[in-house]
């Protein structure tokens, strides 16, 4: 079993409504976790990291994070066709190891 | 800000070829990574090291090595490439502690023939 999943998609929805991206983990002792977004192409950008029980919020973005329930999220409001890509979810753990998910690909239709 | 520095930005191999990629961080991290990517796969960690001085296997380090030359390089050994390592390679590098985030450079991609 990975120890971060997260569903593939492709996650279609239409431009200006909401997308949520889920990711699980599987170390309770994770610290950190990661939302990265990548382009076809390109190397993974930082979007938001998360380290406390809760949601934080950056612009458009809101990570989810769920440590009782090893869970993590990424909600996108008023998604933009530009938002089209693979969302990368990462954990930073033990060992100083930084482990991602598989993605989840995004595409907003205009 | 040079940021992450990866080299070369593509590369051709025979199978039985070795070849070294180079990775340099000027951003005084303690922390560097070598991923590999598949298409449609997120990022499997192939070798990371923790801090200058030691390295650890990560979850697919068959067929490569690693060497933490100093504080800022960490290079990837392919010792005999395989058509299975036809990859697009990326090299990160993180700061030590809680809340780090990693910082990549542009990616490798090899093919090996």
């Known amino acids: 079993q990975k120890e971060v999943e997260q569903n593939s998609g492709p996650l279609s929805v239409p431009e200006g409504a909401i997308a949520s991206l889920n990711c699980t983990y599987s170390d309770r002792g994770s610290q950190s976790f990661f939302w990265y977004r990548q382009y076809s192409g390109k190397s993974p950008e930082l979007i938001m990291f998360?380290?406390?029980?809760g949601d934080k919020e950056d612009g458009r973005f809101t990570a989810q994070l769920n440590k009782a329930s090893q869970y993590v999220s990424l909600l996108i409001r008023d998604s933009q066709p530009s938002d089209s890509a693979t969302y990368l979810c990462a954990v930073y753990g033990a060992g100083n190891m930084l482990t991602f998910g598989g993605g989840t690909r995004l595409m907003v239709k205009p | 800000n040079a940021g992450v520095t990866q080299t070369p930005k593509f590369q051709v191999l025979k199978t039985g070829q070795s070849m070294t990629l180079q990775c340099a961080q000027d951003?005084?991290?303690?922390?560097m990574y070598w991923y590999r990517q598949d298409p449609g796969m997120g990022l499997r960690l192939i070798y990371y090291?923790?801090?200058?001085?030691t390295t650890d296997k990560g979850e697919v380090p068959n067929g490569y090595n690693v060497s933490r030359l100093n504080k800022r390089e960490f290079s990837l050994r392919l010792e005999s490439a395989a058509p299975s390592q036809t990859s697009v390679y990326f090299c990160?590098?993180?700061?030590w502690g809680l809340g780090t985030e990693a910082f990549f450079g542009q990616g490798t991609r090899l093919t090996v023939v």
């Open positions: 090291s923790a801090s200058e001085g």
């Open positions: 998360i380290y406390s029980n």
């Open positions: 990160a590098s993180t700061p």
């Open positions: 951003m005084n991290h303690n922390s």
